[in-house]
Each structure stands twice: as structure tokens, then as C-alpha cells.
């Protein structure tokens, strides 16, 4: 409790006194019916606090967790997560659930939903690890928006990027999963956490190793699953990379 919360003002005399008394020591007017019983909080004395107080106290507490939460991390590992198990519960084809297909006709919107969509549970849960380590950091300085809207961008430039290479080769193909959101939640996260290092006061260690690993794991996924694109991979960690350099910019 601060010093100014210690003190109450007598109306009789105006003078300051301590709230756990009930009359004024300097004029003997009555400050209070009776003086608040104390609880320890905190390794000190507080008054109690009312069960209204307490039930506002908690809520807002509770609120307060709750504005913590990585919510886009979750949505980014979710989404896909569902589409997954909805893909095989059905028995549908990858491209029924939002893939591209090289050549392309006319369905644009499938370069948004690509990066959700995922054939098998092992490269969704290497994508889903490398966001679950660096989003919630993302979050934590950029906000709920301009996280979502970062991960949705290099996911999805990421694939029309693979998508204009394949296209230029002519070959035949499908392009799905978030390598490239994946890598460019690596390379934006390192960006602006290097630009906060040079900071006073910055305390937040950087693993350098665990960074070059995840983002290794993520560049070599092409050679052992089919459908992650390296093009893909490398457009997605471009895109976050300038976007984390110009945050780190914009927050100086």
C-alpha cells in the first residue's frame, strides 16, 4: 500500500491522519464509525477488503490472464489442428480443404487457407512448435492484430511465392502447410528482440542456438515432407523478417 493510502483527511480540521483510527488525534473529532479490520497480504498489514472488493479484486484479475493469453498463437495452432482431423474424419482430399494445386484456376482464397492445411500430424506439430516458442513473444510486443495479421501475411505470401515458381516451371503440384509462417515468426521474433538487446534494462536472454535450430528444422522440412514447399518457406521468413525489421524501427 502507498504512503498516500495511508492517510485520510479529517473534514473537522484537515489534517492527515491514519486510516485505522476512528477519531482525529489533533482535534478529537470523529473520522470514522470504526476503524478497518487488517489482513496480512503481501508480507504486509492492508485493511480487509469487502466481498464486493474482493470479487471486483478477482475479476480483475482474471481479466488481466486472460489479455495475457497468446490467443492468435492458439487460433494459428488450432485452425490447422481441427482442419486436420476434420480432413481425415472425412476422408476428403487435401485441396477440399483449402490447398493449392499447381496449375491454378481461379480460387484465390485458397492462398489465405493453405497454410492450414496439412496432410499429416508431423509437419503440423513442427510448425506448431516453432509458433508456440516465438508467438506468444510476438504477441506480447506487437499486439493480438499486428501478430495475426504478421503470421497470415508470410504464411500466405510465402505460398503464392512457391506457387508463382512451380507455375513458372510448369509443373503439377499441391502447396500446403505454414513453413513459411513458421519462419517468419522465427525471423520477425529475432529481429525486434535484437533491436530491444542494445536496450537498458533489457534482461531477457537470447538463445541464439535454440533459434538457429528451430529455424533449421523448419528450412529442412521440405526434405523429408512432401507438401512443405521450400519457396514457401523461405518467401514466409523473408516477409517476417522485413516486417520484424520495420517493427523494431517503428517501437524505438
Known sequence: MSETELRVVCKSCGAEVSPYVTECPYCGA??????PKLERRDGGLEPKLSRRERRRERQARAESEVDRRPLVTLAAIAIPAVALLARIAAGGELETFGAVGVPFESEWWRFITAPFAYLNLGYLFAVALALAVFGPGLERRLGRFATAVLLLACGSLGVLAAYGIADGRDAVEVIAGGN???????????????????????????????????????????????????????????????AGLAAAQLRR
Do not use: F, H, Q
Open 30 to 35: 470523529r473520522v470514522r464509525k470504526r476503524a
Open 180 to 242: 513459411g509462417m513458421a519462419l517468419g515468426a522465427i525471423a520477425a521474433w529475432w529481429m525486434i528482440v535484437r533491436a530491444e538487446e542494445g536496450r537498458d534494462g533489457y534482461t531477457e536472454p537470447i538463445d541464439v542456438v535454440g533459434v538457429l535450430v528451430s529455424a533449421g528444422v523448419i528450412l529442412l522440412l521440405p526434405v523429408v515432407v512432401d507438401l512443405a514447399n521450400p519457396w514457401s518457406g523461405l518467401a514466409g521468413g523473408a516477409v517476417g523478417l522485413l
